[in-house]
């Protein structure tokens, strides 16, 4: 694998899936879950549909390889009139962090955001995850906001 700084930033295509789903496989581990075959074919047919404009993808790729990929999900809040973004899933191949393709990935979804008119765009991280905090904390504010999930 090239480890320049050589890689281009895209929508996800019909023709990614083999490599997509590689790399959202990375991510999931790195959490230590899974989820089911329907649920990678699934995601996968929402985030390239043209009708679902909710759901969305970017993928980083270099020397014809998907090196990192970023979901990001458009959603009505509350306190605002217009819409805010959450960034799902960010991940990039173990060997080519560090080399801007995670910042990429998250300008790249800065940038869909300011074009769609969203106000906000946030994202949760484990505390352990340092390497990408380290990214997050020259990209972002961090906030005081704990997460609960329902039992």
Known sequence: ?????????????ENDFQGWEALWRGYLE?????????VYKTTFE?????KNQSQNAVVAEQSG???????????PHNWKIEDVCYLQDLYVLPELRGCGIGRGLI???YSASDDAGASNV????QDFNEQARRLYDNIA???????????
């Open 1 to 13: 694998m090239n480890l320049s700084n050589s890689f281009v930033l895209r929508r996800l295509q």
């Open 30 to 38: 790195f959490y230590a879950t899974a989820v089911e075959d329907l």
């Open 46 to 50: 929402r985030l390239i549909s043209n």
């Open 65 to 75: 390889s998907l090196v990192g990929l970023v979901h990001y999900i458009f959603h």
């Open 107 to 109: 300008e790249a979804v």
């Open 122 to 125: 946030y994202w949760l991280t």
């Open 141 to 151: 504010l961090v906030t005081p906001f704990i997460k609960y999930n329902r039992f």
